[in-house]
């Protein structure tokens, strides 16, 4: 299982970001901090295959595979086997969160009959009871957001700013979790708060206009 | 110069009752108010504020009667909420031109404090550009240039460094330390780290009642002697979750080092840590397990 950015350049509002980065990522917790607009979101959107790089590539190797997909030469193949959970939290509809969650099973090509299972499946493993969506705190919210992104057991998982908003006892939750999620997949994680993860993370990269450096590396 | 709060108590009209029998002081300097989402922290910031009224109890801020001259306490409050709009056409000198006529500044003071605090604020370069186009930390120093007019001595800010960079969080977090010094800052946070580096004081609510008041190195203190870090095999960890109150935890290899809070020494193999305020607020907060 590995994910690779080979010489990714990007942009975002027309304004160059990203410039030619190279990146091989295999399982675990990896950190991407960062000022504001220094294209954390962008390199994660192009991860995700949202965003297309100017130039360079982004492939993954999925678990027992022998090819890599590219995120834009086959998206389907690719988005099956990505999840992704984007920094705004959505205004939910009126529903609970076992029915919010199947229909997103039926949107990701989960087969029907594995849906219910799947459905308590992520529920179970992000601790999230059922229950009506508005009345949901932040925190149950980004672990709805959270479970959504596993519902197809997914080998790359994509958080934008998961912190946000979380109180310290939810942050403890999020972080056993990663922890755990991250022992066999991919885990890229944009973040403000790199000390209140970085303890459990495996790699932590810095990304500014000069390019992405891993943190602890001689520069 | 101080806020007190005395027996205060807030009932919604649904029947929730988010502060439950407060008493509290507040000193001059920065003063840090954790708690979880919930517990009423946003409730007491609008009540100082005058937007909303207790249900009962007493408050005095520097030494006025919140309940019986409101508007007194309005004209030495300053305040940011967590969420906070802004006319994105307006550039940062318009918007606070027009907040000073709103806060009933008169004309000959406006352009002078208007000029002192883009300075301040270090937002004077910026004066004239369309706040639609600021970054979130410039809009949350254009907020704070806001609540600073008038020059009040209390300053009331919920949750101010949500989605800020790390380096506009230090540069907000070292701004209000510096407006510190003769003011009352009651800063309400999720962010620890920000309370551990910028308050002197701070008080912890849990469900609109008051479970700690101290200092940061007091608080971290409740976890001392409690806290343990564990090596153990990566597989045993789900089964361990269950039983110990693990609060960190990093893959090595085949192993995992846990962070773990417990009376006694976990499993007999633990190595002890010196407590973070991270640590004393969880160990705090629910009790730690036997």
Known sequence: MRLTFKDVTASYNGRPVLAGVSLSLGPGLWLFTGPNGCGKSTLLRCAAGILRPRSGRVRLLPRDAREEIDAWDDPTAYRWHLGYAPQELLDLPETTAGRYLAYLAALKGVRPACRPERVAAVMAQVSLPDGEVPAFSTGQRRRLALAAALLNDPDLLILDEPTQGLDPDELVRLRLLLVELAADRIVLVATHLPEALSGCADGHYTITAEGVNRVGDPA | ?290
Request: with cysteine; hydrophobic share 40%; net charge positive.
């Open chain 2, 1 to 290: 110069m101080e806020i007190r709060l005395e027996e205060v108590t807030k009932t919604y009209s649904g029947g929730v009752r988010a502060l439950d029998d407060l008493t509290l002081t507040i000193p001059r300097g920065m003063f840090g108010l954790l708690g979880p989402n919930g517990a009423g922290k946003t409730t007491l910031m609008r009540i100082l504020v005058t937007l909303l009224e207790p249900t009962a109890g007493r408050i005095t801020i520097a030494g006025i009667d919140r309940l019986r001259e409101p508007h007194r306490v309005r004209q030495i409050i300053g305040y940011l909420p967590q969420e906070f709009g802004f006319y994105r056409r307006l550039t940062a000198r318009e918007y606070l031109e027009f907040a000073a006529g709103m806060k009933g500044l008169p004309p000959a003071q406006r352009r002078r404090q208007v000029d002192e605090l883009l300075v301040r604020v270090n937002l004077d370069r910026d004066a004239r550009r369309p706040v639609g186009g600021f970054s979130g930390g410039m809009k949350r120093r254009l907020g704070i240039a806001q609540a600073l007019l008038g020059d009040p001595r209390v300053l009331v800010v919920d949750e101010p460094t949500a989605g800020l960079d790390p380096e506009e969080r230090i540069r907000f977090r070292n701004l209000l330390t510096e407006l510190a010094g003769d003011r009352v800052i009651l800063l309400s946070t999720h962010i620890v780290a920000d309370v551990e580096s910028a308050c002197s004081a701070l008080a912890v609510i849990d469900r609109g009642r008051l479970r700690f008041t101290g200092s940061p190195g007091e608080l971290a203190r409740q976890a001392e002697g409690r806290v343990w870090q564990l090596t153990v095999p990566a597989r045993d960890f789900e089964r361990l979750r269950g039983g110990l109150r693990i609060v960190g935890a990093r893959r090595v290899g085949d192993d995992m080092e846990l962070r773990v809070l417990s009376a006694e020494n976990p499993l007999g193999q633990g190595t002890p840590l010196a407590p973070t305020l991270e640590d004393g607020y969880l160990a705090l907060m629910e009790g730690v397990p036997a």
